[in-house]
Each structure stands twice: as C-alpha cells, then as structure tokens.
Nanobody, 122 residues
Framework: QVQLVESGGGLVQPGGSLTLSCVAS????????IGWFRQAPGKEREGISC????????YYSDSVKGRFTISRDNAANTVHLRMNSLEPEDTAVYYC???????????????WGQGTQVTVSS
C-alpha cells in the first residue's frame, strides 16, 4: 500500500524542540521530492519546507527558516523535520506529502499523510 505516515507531534513549551517523522511505504521515498505543510485552526494550509530528490536542494518558508531543518533517512525510507525554538504560532497539524512539481516557493503536495498535531503552549 502506497502511503505516508507522520509521527512525533505533541505538546511542547515555547522555546522547545520536536522532531517529526514521515515514513513512506509502498515506494522509495528518496526518489521523490517531499515537503512538510502545516495548517493552523482557521488558516489555510502552508508549505513550510521541502527537499528535492536525488538532485538535492531544500527550501524553507520565512516563517520557519533558521529554526526548522528537513532531512532524509534513506535507510529507513523516512523524512524528518527537526523543529527548534518553537513558538505558539507554530501550533498546527503538520503533514508530509510528495510534491507535484519542484521544491521551490509555493510548492504543492500530491500524496499526503494523515497529519500529526503539534501544540506549543506553556
């Protein structure tokens, strides 16, 4: 079965860190461009980071640049999102997805995971 499954969300205090994971099954994730999106209550879904396939290269939105890091673990068929210096404004459901087109500004998703909740609160 072709799918993506996210994990690693939870409740964290402001200034804390979390690492999200996105495990692929049914296909080789390293052959695909992959991205992380988030959707906060009452807001549109936002693409925050993505990574190209074998050609390399990453993108970060201004809202997370310098705080979040996307990485691959090809042996585990997994992509991670390390989130540091978390703020209440980062509270959202986080999704991973393979990309329709290039990893660049305004990137869009194709195959989606089910999402994982991240709540930043004291």
């Amino acid at each position: 079965q072709v799918q993506l499954v996210e994990s690693g969300g939870g409740l964290v205090q402001p200034g804390g860190s979390l690492t999200l994971s996105c495990v692929a099954s049914g296909f080789i994730l390293s052959n695909y461009r992959i991205g992380w999106f988030r959707q906060a209550p009452g807001k549109e879904r936002e693409g925050i980071s993505c990574m190209n396939g074998p050609e390399g290269g990453t993108y970060y939105s201004d809202s997370v640049k310098g705080r979040f890091t996307i990485s691959r673990d090809n042996a585990a068929n997994t992509v991670h999102l390390r989130m540091n210096s978390l703020e209440p404004e980062d509270t959202a459901v986080y999704y991973c997805a393979t990309l329709r087109l290039l990893c660049e500004r305004d990137f869009s998703g194709n195959l989606w995971g089910q999402g994982t909740q991240v709540t930043v609160s004291s």
